[in-house]
């Protein structure tokens, strides 16, 4: 794994644009972004092991420029699963947000399953992204998981960066891979700790009161930390939920795939019944509201609530109303449309992703090279002077000696 480069210039213009928010609940510290307008139920982003809020800023630009609200949360430090359902239901309480879609990957996809199972009239739908459905595994895995919390913090990040799949990489993945490891440096021990402590606890999902209709499995098919067992676990539970595929992105598709992930989750945010409001992208301060209360949200969307019995489908009832007046499904296959584009550039442009990986790994051979180069030439000219400066070292003792004597 090469090392932590400087930060994307489309991530320092992200924190320019889109401020960090941090709120104590309880115990708690929560650290979240959210950008967009207030009267669209939020999108909450939650990360893996590895991550934080900051890792889903290209979602939070592209999605919220399109009209659609974006929280992206850090896993807060919580040592059981029980008390993660409680302490995110006090941090939705305290944002006055009510019914959510919650998209999460490899832990936070586990996390936002075990929130749907317990809070079930809060989750409208899931998006889940190279993700499991139960830990036994990992704590099998695991045999020191009864003192990872007095494990110090150089060894949990050496654990958690080996689950990081190293080795020579297209460069969109490499580039990703070194934001990720940029923003494990930033975590501590007691995060990387909890966060541990949350995979290997013994738990598992039950059945979801949700629909699968509601649910999107969004996998990469090259490869991730997540064995490919517990993803068809995943897939086989959901036996109706719709299936994104990216054919390359290793563990970070969000990060080397955006333009795809975007789309995806647009593509589904539309079709649960998610309406944009790209009129107000315009009105959006720097501080991420659009002046318009979401407690009003709250209420509008508790009005428009469907109760169980008629699976609270939205597509059933309200698609009319909720999509612009165009041909049925027009967007929707334009940006299918638009997948498969991108689908067809990815394929055509893997040649070039080679040669430009070739051409960088040239580059960093030649920049070892002289590197190599310059320091012989520095250890040449210090062991060239070395005599000289002994010599006169000797001369001016000898002369401090005679000096003194005469004194």
């Known amino acids: 794994m090469k090392g932590v480069s400087s930060a994307p210039g489309d991530y320092i213009h992200f924190k320019s644009q889109v401020p960090l928010h941090k709120i104590p609940i309880g115990t708690k510290q929560w650290r979240y972004y959210d950008f967009g307008p207030k009267v669209v139920p939020p999108l909450i982003c939650l990360p893996g092991t590895a991550g934080t809020a900051d890792v889903y800023y290209k979602q939070i630009m592209s999605l919220s420029m399109k009209g659609y609200r974006v929280i992206s949360v850090d896993i807060p430090r919580v040592w059981n699963h029980q008390e993660w359902i409680q302490s995110f239901e006090k941090f939705l309480d305290a944002i006055d947000v009510h019914h959510i879609h919650l998209y999460g990957t490899s832990l936070g996809g586990f996390l936002a399953q075990l929130f749907a199972q317990h809070r079930p009239r809060r989750v409208k739908s899931l998006i889940l992204s190279n993700t499991f459905l139960e830990t036994r595994s990992f704590a099998a895995a695991m ?239 210090i062991f060239s002077l070395l005599p000289f400066y002994v010599e006169s070292l000797y001369i001016t003792s000898k002369n401090v000696w005679k000096f003194r004597q005469l004194v």
């Open 143 to 381: 045999p020191w998981a009864p003192i990872v919390g007095w494990t110090p913090s150089f060894l949990l990040k050496r654990y958690v960066l080996t689950g990081i799949r190293d080795g020579p990489h297209e460069p969109f993945i490499a580039d990703s891979v070194d934001f990720v490891v940029s923003q494990v440096e930033t975590l501590s021990r007691d995060d990387l700790a909890s966060r541990l402590t949350l995979t290997v606890d013994t738990a598992s999902v039950e059945r979801l009161l949700l629909s699968d209709s509601f649910i999107t499995i969004m996998d990469t098919n090259d490869y991730s930390a997540i064995p490919q067992q517990l993803k068809d676990q995943l897939s086989e539970r959901y036996p109706g939920a719709r299936r994104a595929y990216l054919k390359t992105g290793g563990d970070f598709p969000f990060l080397s795939r955006p333009d795809e992930v975007n789309l995806h989750l647009q593509l589904h945010l539309r079709r649960v019944g998610v309406e944009a409001q790209p009129d107000l992208v315009r009105s959006i301060p720097k501080d991420g509201t659009d002046g318009s209360p979401s407690k009003e949200n709250d209420e509008k969307e508790d009005g428009d609530d469907q109760p169980k019995d008629n699976g609270g489908d939205p597509e059933g009832t309200s698609e009319e109303s909720q999509l612009p007046p165009a041909p049925a499904g027009s967007e929707s296959h334009g940006l299918d449309d638009q997948l498969f584009i991108n689908s067809k550039m990815c394929s055509i442009g893997h040649e070039d992703a080679n040669i430009l990986m070739h051409s960088t790994i040239l580059k960093n051979q030649h920049a070892v090279a002289s590197k190599i180069v310059l320091q012989s030439a520095w250890l040449f000219l």
